[in-house]
């Protein structure tokens, strides 16, 4: 049933997504609004509450494919690369009532999420991997949500070719799921830099436009900034449940 809607629905964008590259029927405004009209029974029918299918470790993809925009090159971003990202720190602020910052060693320390999932990408590949990290729902729990926020707003090192700084968004329901979680491992190592290193959303029950690399910053929100996505800006699913 699932897989059926996604196709039915999605189909037309298989070809996109993942990637720099893109096609022509982005700028169709018919597969639009097909997308945009099917999006809320996508949500309605599937939900959030399900699980991913997990696997067993001989199951994993040990070259993992590397998706997404190429790695960030900045001075900012390479010279967290070069000090192994010591300097590096998560801020998690917006609607909350207690304003977080985590470093990465306090990150590991709070990493309690290791699991083998799948991968789907919306060009039409799949990859399973290892993944460890720190479960979202733990996070937002310290910073207390305030009353009226609805979703949790990641923010990123990568930027698109024109400069667009991406972003990505779930509610907090997603944002809560058991299985959604902050990757600091990709099969048993620490993130490389290409797979989106120090951290990176994982959101096993969405396709993998939704799984955001380069996190640095949480923004809790009432309300969504453009359509809740760079790829959504482009005309994507904002839930793209599978």
């Known amino acids: ?21 893109t096609n022509g029927l982005n700028e169709n405004a018919t597969v639009r609004r097909v997308l945009s009209s099917a999006e809320g029974l996508n949500h309605a029918l599937i ?12 199951d994993v993809d040990r070259q993992f494919r590397v998706n997404g925009f190429d790695t960030p090159s900045d001075s900012h971003y390479t010279s967290l690369v070069r000090a192994g990202f010591a300097g590096y720190k998560l801020v998690v602020d917006g609607a909350v009532d207690r304003p977080q910052v985590f470093t990465l060693a306090e990150l590991h320390a709070l990493s ?34 305030a009353h009226g926020a609805r979703y ?12 667009t700084a991406y972003y990505e968004s779930l509610d907090l329901v997603q944002a ?32 993998g436009y939704k799984s955001a690399k380069w ?28």
């Open 215 to 242: 996190v640095y910053r949480l923004e809790i929100a009432a309300a969504l900034p453009g359509k809740g996505g760079y790829w959504e800006d482009q005309g994507y699913e904002w839930y793209a449940g599978i």
């Open 47 to 58: 939900g959030t509450h399900g699980m991913a299918k997990t696997y067993r470790d001989s």
């Open 176 to 207: 809560a799921h058991p299985q959604t979680v902050l990757a600091l491992q990709l099969n048993d190592k620490p993130l490389d830099p290409d797979h989106g290193a120090p951290v990176r959303l994982r959101v096993p029950t969405q396709l």
């Open 112 to 145: 309690s999420y290791n699991e083998v999932t799948r991968h789907d990408c919306v060009e039409g590949w799949s990859a399973i991997g290892k993944w460890a990290g720190v479960p979202l729902g733990k996070l937002l729990a310290l910073a207390q949500p």
């Open 1 to 21: 049933m699932k897989r059926r809607l996604f196709v039915a629905t999605s189909a037309a964008v298989v070809l996109t997504g993942c990637s720099n590259f």
């Open 152 to 163: 949790v707003i990641f923010h990123c090192f990568d930027r698109a070719s024109d400069g």
